[in-house]
T-cell receptor
Framework: GAGVSQSPSNKVTEKGKDVELRCDPI?????LYWYRQSLGQGLEFLIY????????KSGLPSDRFSAERTGGSVSTLTIQRTQQEDSAVYLC????????????FGPGTRLTVL | EDKVVQSPLSLVVHEGDTVTLNCSYE??????LLWYKQEKKAPTFLFML????IEKKSGRLSSILDKKELSSILNITATQTGDSAIYLC????????????FGTGTRLKVLA
């Protein structure tokens, strides 16, 4: 597609449920990032995929969070046993080449945990 | 610990005013500094700066990097209500892989 897409755009779930958030990066972009943005806050880095290298998971806040990127394209961020503090907008971004260039962001998924 | 600090946190101005937003950083293995505008959800790219002292300009917006002072400024002249947004600064660190470290942003509101 022309840009980064994310689905769903909004997700409301109950505490304790698992959720999956999807990101489709720009075709050909080798770098893919996940960020979390809580209300009124900046972007919190979660995880970074670069080509076939092992992902940089240093930003994942707990072992309830995981992500995978299949075939070097689509990525899924999974949050298990959701908590209310997981409520935030989850943004995905992709970048070309070595990942040091401009990032293109998707529209985000607004997650609300009741 | 790497950090990026933006100031002011928020700003309210009237149309036609000029504003200057600041970004300072303490990041090892600096690669570049980027500015983004975030109106609703997705931040949109404004500038990428890698060299000190070279101004980047796009219409009423301009930005410059000072590597000696470890800072950057974003200027907006003749502000319009459409400039109302959160302006995010990010520094790219090179350490094996590339990591983007974002500031908390400056919330700008331009009144008609």
């Amino acid at each position: 597609g022309a840009g980064v897409s994310q689905s769903p755009s909004n997700k409301v779930t109950e505490k304790g449920k698992d959720v999956e958030l999807r990101c489709d990066p720009i075709s050909g972009h080798t770098a893919l990032y996940w960020y979390r943005q809580s209300l009124g806050q900046g972007l919190e880095f979660l995880i970074y995929f670069q080509g076939n290298s092992a992902p940089d998971k240093s930003g994942l806040p707990s072992d309830r969070f995981s992500a995978e990127r299949t075939g070097g394209s689509v990525s899924t961020l999974t949050i298990q046993r959701t908590q209310q503090e997981d409520s935030a907008v989850y943004l995905c971004a992709s970048s070309s080449l070595d990942g040091a260039n401009e990032q293109f962001f998707g529209p985000g998924t607004r997650l609300t945990v009741l | 610990e790497d950090k990026v600090v933006q100031s002011p946190l928020s700003l309210v101005v009237h149309e036609g005013d000029t504003v200057t937003l600041n970004c300072s950083y303490e990041v090892t293995n600096f690669r570049s500094l980027l500015w983004y505008k975030q109106e609703k959800k997705a931040p949109t790219f404004l500038f990428m700066l890698t060299s000190s002292g070279i101004e980047k300009k796009s219409g009423r917006l301009s930005s410059i990097l000072d590597k000696k002072e470890l800072s950057s400024i974003l200027n907006i002249t003749a502000t319009q209500t459409g400039d109302s947004a959160i302006y995010l600064c990010a520094v790219v660190r090179r350490s094996g892989t590339y990591k983007y470290i974002f500031g908390t942003g400056t919330r700008l509101k331009v009144l008609a």
